[in-house]
Each structure stands twice: as structure tokens, then as C-alpha cells.
T-cell receptor, first 116, second 111 residues
Framework: GEEVAQTPKHLVRGEGQKAKLYCAPIKGHSYVFWYQQVLKNEFKFLISFQNENVFDETGMPKERFSAKCLPNSPCSLEIQATKLEDSAVYFC??????????????FGPGTRLTVT | GNSVTQMEGPVTLSEEAFLTINCTYTATGYPSLFWYVQYPGEGLQLLLKATKADDKGSNKGFEATYRKETTSFHLEKGSVQVSDSAVYFCALLNTGNQFYFGTGTSLTVIP
């Protein structure tokens, strides 16, 4: 598609439940990025993919967070055993390149996760 | 390393006032610089960008000039409207292709 699509728009989970978020990048874009926007607007980079391969995962909390980008499927970000502090808006972005030059990233509308 | 420092808000202005939101950055190499806007309850929208020193990005009456000598990318608008009320983010993108965002500046424009 012409825009980055994210589903669902809102997700509510009880503490300890699993949450799964989806992102469909712009057609032809081979890089996908996940960001977390927490209270006070702070953005945190989580992970990026080049096609189905992890490109940079330096921002990922390793214990409960995982992500995948499989061929012919939306990318996903999964949080096992959610905690209250995981409440945030999760943004996905895609770009057509990722190495050796700067490629503009296009953001999706975000998924608002509320952990109660 | 890479980082963005943005003027703290919130900022409240009367309609038709002049707006400046300061943004300075630290970066290795030659980053691209961006301003994003986030309206209440919505996602990020690209407002403007500049990819090299002395470039001026502009859109919807907003402008920002990439100043390498002062490592700044201040956002300006000559006459704000109520519809400009939003949170504005300055951001840096470098060859590592990870965005570095400022903390956002909330702008409220009152009639």
C-alpha cells in the first residue's frame, strides 16, 4: 500500500496478558522500524528489520518483547506478560533503504496499548 | 553520539502571534533533520525536513533552516492559527537509520 498500516488502533490488556501489534510497511519498502512513545512524549527506538532479518535490536527489552517480519505477512511486535509500564503508543515506520545513506522513514498511525 | 534537544513547553500563543520552537542537535556525520507534528489522538505527520546544511524546509507556513555552524534547526511560523495547536517534534536521522527525537513541544493557540 501507499501508507504504513498498523493494527489494531487501540489495544487493552490486563497486566500479565500477551499483546500483539501488527504493521504493514509501504509496498516496496524493505526496512521496518518500531518505536515506543511513552508518557511525556518520549520516543524510544525498539528494533528494525531489513526484510525478514533483524537489522538493529539495540532498543529491544529482551525479556518480554519480540518482533518478526515474515515474508508475505505483516510485521509483528509481541509483548509477553505485559506490565503497566508497557502502556504506550507503538509506532511502526518503513523506508526503502537502511544502509550507507539516509532514507526517509514513513510512520504509521500507531497502536495505543493500555495495560490495566 | 546522536541526540536532539528541544525547547521545553508547553507554549501558549494568541492567534496570529509569531512562533519559534528551538531545536539543537548533536550528531556524527551529516544527518537529515525533520520536524514532525502530532495532533491530539493522532500519529506523527511529517511537517518539513532538510537534508543538508543551509537547506530550508517549509510547509504550511512553517519554516526551519539547517544550521550546521550552530547545530540548530529552529521551527518558525509568522502567524499561528488555532488549528496549529499540537505537539511538535524535532528529529534527526543519520546513516544508522534510527530516528532520534526531541521530547516534543506542546503548542496551544488561543483565539
Amino acid at each position: 500500500g501507499e501508507e504504513v498500516a498498523q493494527t489494531p488502533k487501540h489495544l487493552v490488556r490486563g497486566e500479565g496478558q500477551k499483546a500483539k501489534l501488527y504493521c504493514a510497511p509501504i509496498k516496496g519498502h524493505s526496512y521496518v522500524f518500531w518505536y515506543q512513545q511513552v508518557l511525556k512524549n518520549e520516543f524510544k527506538f525498539l528494533i528494525s528489520f531489513q526484510n525478514e532479518n533483524v537489522f538493529d535490536e539495540t532498543g529491544m527489552p529482551k525479556e518480554r518483547f519480540s518482533a518478526k517480519c515474515l515474508p508475505n505477512s505483516p510485521c509483528s511486535l509481541e509483548i509477553q506478560a505485559t506490565k503497566l509500564e508497557d502502556s504506550a503508543v507503538y509506532f511502526c515506520a518503513s523506508s526503502r533503504g537502511g544502509q550507507g545513506a539516509i532514507y526517509e522513514q514513513y510512520f504509521g498511525p500507531g497502536t495505543r496499548l493500555t495495560v490495566t | 553520539g546522536n541526540s536532539v534537544t528541544q525547547m521545553e513547553g508547553p507554549v501558549t500563543l494568541s492567534e496570529e502571534a509569531f512562533l519559534t520552537i528551538n531545536c539543537t542537535y548533536t550528531a556524527t556525520g551529516y544527518p537529515s533533520l525533520f520536524w514532525y507534528v502530532q495532533y491530539p489522538g493522532e500519529g506523527l505527520q511529517l511537517l518539513l525536513k532538510a537534508t543538508k546544511a543551509d537547506d530550508k524546509g517549509s510547509n504550511k507556513g512553517f519554516e526551519a533552516t539547517y544550521r550546521k555552524e550552530t547545530t540548530s534547526f529552529h521551527l518558525e511560523k509568522g502567524s499561528v492559527q488555532v488549528s496549529d495547536s499540537a505537539v511538535y517534534f524535532c528529529a534527526l536521522l543519520n546513516t544508522g537509520n534510527q530516528f532520534y527525537f526531541g521530547t516534543g513541544t506542546s503548542l496551544t493557540v488561543i483565539p
